[in-house]
């Protein structure tokens, strides 16, 4: 992979020429783009302009890595040179604010929040990484109108969840929580009644994805029949068999298990209504997020034997730390958890393997190099994919123009109108509701050329954030 810093037109002299020319320092921070602007004119141009103009190296760039991010996403990132901070916990809100005002990158995890009120006061952040599948924990509306792009790994944990799941339908079937925990205590309970194989048991799965689709085909090669339920047709693996309604599914499996994203309409799919239907004597597995089960409801149907047995792996509210937080932050429904039979309560470690978190570490990480040092989006979650080949020390007089701006009419007439005055190797543009996002190669630039670019792009209305990597 080529890095920004390999497309430099000239070492910093380049910045310190077009710096001294507008009478401004040269100071490395927010070196390499412009801030988002609601207005979008020109008073603040010349000052973006010394900011922007300095060739983009590696070294500048500030990055934060909370939640103890994998060794092999750390190690990628400071091999490319950039200034990387590493905490092993997420932050409280307002320290977060201090911490993520002079960064341009941060990695999190599931913990932390970036919410509209944390990325206002990001002045220098241009993309997220969030080294997990999900992303409900960033604004990502707010991200995406400021120009700050979100990257995740979709992929990458998808096995280790599902083995979770298997290796809990197993423990649940055989009611193994409740036999070791006698053992502890010193009691010798050999039993078999309600203790049943999986082989011939059905699984219906919710949520057809990636873990879904996994966990059926090492569910059938166990021998169990599989059904799932997804809002989409999709296509089965092996002999699993979709059903039209969530009740079809909760009517004919003994095992339940749930793989849906937070949203709106996953929010207590599982409640008292949905555990009526189930099966008598069935089981529940959720570990997709902890919104989508209702807990009150689940304590309730497992004390009346409706469900045999449930493994719960997230939560409604979850702690920021490793620690004693059965008496606050998890809530008081905990105790009511702990209280049942049969029941297997892990801290959200469906993805917490050492392959998925090293395979994480090395997907979002790839990704944020490439948007960092060459402005490829593919992969994003909240911006238009666009992507260009990479400039290389062949094309040493090559720029990599990026204009994120509003999607309205008249904008790419306008842009063309000012890269149509340079020579334009390459360019694509993409749009995606309310944001989109062009890349376009200039050759021959040099100051004159760079500046003017960036000031005229800068003076457009549309704009949100301007990038010259050079």
């Avoid at 932050?329 to 905990?334: A, N, Q, R, T, V």
Wanted: net charge negative; proline share 3%; aromatic share 6%.
């Amino acid at each position: 992979m080529s890095s920004a810093r390999d497309i430099r037109v000239s070492p910093s002299e380049l910045a310190n020429q077009v710096s001294s020319s507008l009478g401004l320092s040269t100071s490395p921070i927010a070196s390499f783009h412009s801030q988002p602007s609601s207005h979008g004119g020109v008073s603040r141009a010349a000052t973006a302009a010394a900011k922007h103009l300095k060739p983009f190296a590696t070294e500048d760039i500030k990055i934060l890595l909370l939640e103890n991010v994998n060794q092999t996403g750390r190690e990628i990132l400071s091999k490319q040179g950039y200034q990387v901070e590493f905490l092993k916990s997420s932050l409280p809100e307002d320290q977060l604010i201090e911490k993520i005002r002079d960064v341009h990158v941060i990695g999190i995890r599931s913990k932390t929040k970036l919410t509209a009120r944390v990325l206002k006061e990001a002045k220098n952040l241009i993309v997220v990484g969030c080294f997990c599948i999900g992303t409900n924990q960033v604004d990502l509306q707010y991200a995406a109108q400021h120009g700050i792009a979100v990257f995740n790994s979709p992929f990458s944990n998808s096995r280790s969840v599902a083995e979770l799941v298997i290796s809990e339908i197993i423990a649940l079937a055989r009611q193994l929580g409740d036999r070791s925990n006698e053992m502890h205590q010193g009691t010798w309970n050999k039993v078999s009644s309600k203790c049943w194989e999986i082989r011939g048991k059905t699984l219906g799965i919710i949520g057809y994805g990636h873990i879904g689709s996994q966990l059926s085909v090492l569910a059938e090669a166990m021998g169990m029949s599989v059904i799932y339920y997804d809002v989409v047709n999709l296509m089965a693996m092996g002999t699993a068999r979709q059903v039209p309604t969530l009740e079809a599914l909760l009517r004919s499996a003994d095992f339940v298990t749930c793989h849906v994203p937070e949203l709106p309409e996953t929010k207590n799919m599982i409640g008292a209504q949905q555990f009526e239907q189930m099966k008598e004597g069935s089981y529940l597995i959720n570990a997709s997020r902890g919104s989508v089960v209702d807990i009150p409801a689940l304590v309730l149907a497992m004390r009346s034997g409706k469900i045999a047995g449930a493994a719960i792996d997230v939560y409604p509210n979850e702690p920021a730390g490793n620690g004693d937080y059965f008496n606050n932050e998890l809530g008081s429904f905990i105790n009511d958890l702990r209280s049942l039979k049969n029941i297997i309560l892990t801290p959200h470690i469906g993805g917490s393997t050492e392959e998925a978190q090293s395979a994480i570490g090395i997907e979002v990480a790839e990704a944020l190099v490439r948007y960092v040092n060459e402005g490829t989006t593919l992969g994003a979650v909240n911006l238009p994919e666009v992507n260009l080949r990479s400039l290389t020390m062949e094309e040493p007089d090559h720029a990599r123009v990026i204009y994120i701006h509003h999607n309205i009419p008249g904008v790419l007439r306008k842009v063309n109108e000012i890269l149509g005055d340079h020579n334009v190797d390459k360019q694509m543009t993409d749009s995606r509701g309310d944001v989109a996002y062009l890349m376009a190669d200039v050759s021959n630039v040099n100051t004159a050329t760079i500046k003017d670019l960036y000031e005229r792009l800068e003076s457009l209305s549309s704009r949100i954030m301007t990038r010259i990597l050079y």
